[in-house]
């Protein structure tokens, strides 16, 4: 497949001795989220010189900066999130890869750093999996998570594009986001804080976008809510996303239900997972919409009972119901404040397809190059 051969050659060097396995599945038991890394990372650098080089496989480690790094003062950075799957017949395979290096690329873009090619994205995966393949969980809703990041690394206090960048995956074995199952959260409606104007970089995956969300997001904690829900920056009226996921609204129920979710205005983050379930409503027979529905049409369809259920969905949680909304103005429950019943088909639906325990019928699976043993 010549798609798949990067036109950068890897080094690999291996870390001397491996983690006895019963180690590895001790610590793969109860991994969490975000907390435990794997044996091994990717690293390439880029100079505006000689462009991309020197990828390498390396022992997982701390990295050494100077203090004059540029990204530690102007934030030139940009990451994605993607899962790798054990699948049912014992390989692993890494969910819609393709679609994640076209996001990290137009990302890229926006914070004037160098586009990996979409092959190199795809051989830096391949490579980290063909050598921590068995740090991938087997355990029902637990996955390997792949956080591929990009940062200025030229020592410079100037403020320009960085003419020296470092490209690195590393990789996370996470659990259950939901350890005791799929738990509906409240959301705070965040009036006075915006995460993204018409012009900034809301569609770029960015650390700076959640930075400047932190506030908003202890303040919706302080207002006993779980997430902060963002309104569109110039009316403060238009719903756009939970924290770092998008929302979908479902109106009516059974096989009549109509899927909406908010369209891509450039402010909102295309969310791969939004992708995918505007797909697979469609698959199951639902209307689907991509539109706009402002804080008061969304009180008011609960209230008179057309609007059933509401749910977040990203790559980390899959799936989270909305039970009830909070402002400074009211609070309201969404439908009877459980998993609503479309919200929790879908999310299987995706889960089939991401675990191989269901047809990749579009396609969306990236089988990493490794054997079924490990
Ligand atoms: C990453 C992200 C999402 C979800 O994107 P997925 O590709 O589905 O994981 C949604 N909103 C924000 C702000 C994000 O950063």
């Known amino acids: ?41 990717v690293r390439i650098h880029w100079d505006s010189e000689h462009g991309w080089h020197d990828a390498e496989l390396k ?29 049912a017949d014992g390989g692993v395979a890494a969910f819609r890869a393709d679609a994640h290096a076209a996001r990290f690329r137009n990302s890229a873009r926006r914070l004037a750093l160098p586009e990996l090619p979409d092959e190199t994205f795809l051989e830096a995966i391949d490579v980290l999996l063909a050598a921590d393949h068995g740090w991938v969980p087997s355990a029902a ?3 390997l998570y792949l956080r591929p ?47 993204a104007a018409p012009g900034g970089t809301g569609a770029a995956k960015t650390g700076g976008n959640y930075a400047g969300g932190l506030l908003a997001q202890a303040e919706a904690a302080e207002q006993g809510c779980d997430q902060v829900v963002w309104l569109d920056s110039t009316e403060h009226r238009w719903v756009e996303e939970m924290g770092g996921m998008n929302l979908f609204f479902v109106f009516g129920s059974g096989s009549d239900a ?22 697979l409503g469609r698959d199951l027979g639902y209307a689907v919409e991509e539109g706009r529905i402002s804080v008061e049409d969304w009180r008011a369809a609960c209230e008179d009972g057309s609007l059933t259920e509401v749910f977040a969905c990203g790559t980390a949680a899959v799936i989270t119901p909305v039970a009830a909304v909070k402002s400074a103005r009211g609070a309201w429950k969404v439908g009877d404040g459980g998993a609503g019943e479309v919200s929790m088909r879908l999310r299987k639906e995706l889960v089939d397809i991401q675990r191989g325990t269901a047809p990749d019928r579009h396609g969306w699976l990236h089988p990493a190059r490794v054997s079924s043993k490990s």
């Not at 004059?68 to 999130?81: D, P, R, W």
């Not at 109509?258 to 797909?279: K, N, Q």
Request: without cysteine; glycine residues 6%.
């Open 149 to 195: 990041l990009m940062f200025a690394s030229e020592v410079s206090l100037s403020v320009h594009p960085s003419s020296e960048v470092t490209f690195l995956l590393i990789a996370s074995p996470s659990g259950s986001y939901f350890p005791r199952g799929v738990k509906p959260v409240t959301v705070w409606l965040s009036e006075e804080f915006s995460r």
């Open 141 to 143: 809703e637990h996955s």
């Open 258 to 279: 109509r899927l909406m979710t908010p369209a891509l205005t450039g402010t909102l983050l295309p969310g791969i997972t939004r992708d995918s379930l505007l797909v």
């Open 59 to 87: 022992p997982y480690a701390p990295l050494s900066l100077d203090p004059g790094t540029s990204v530690l003062h102007y934030a030139q950075a940009v990451f994605e999130g993607l899962k790798a799957f054990r699948q």
């Open 1 to 41: 497949m010549s798609s798949r051969t990067s036109t950068i050659k890897f080094a690999v060097s291996q870390i001397p001795e491996r983690l006895p396995a019963a180690e590895r599945e001790r610590r793969l038991a109860n991994p969490g989220f975000g907390r435990i890394f794997t044996e091994h990372m």
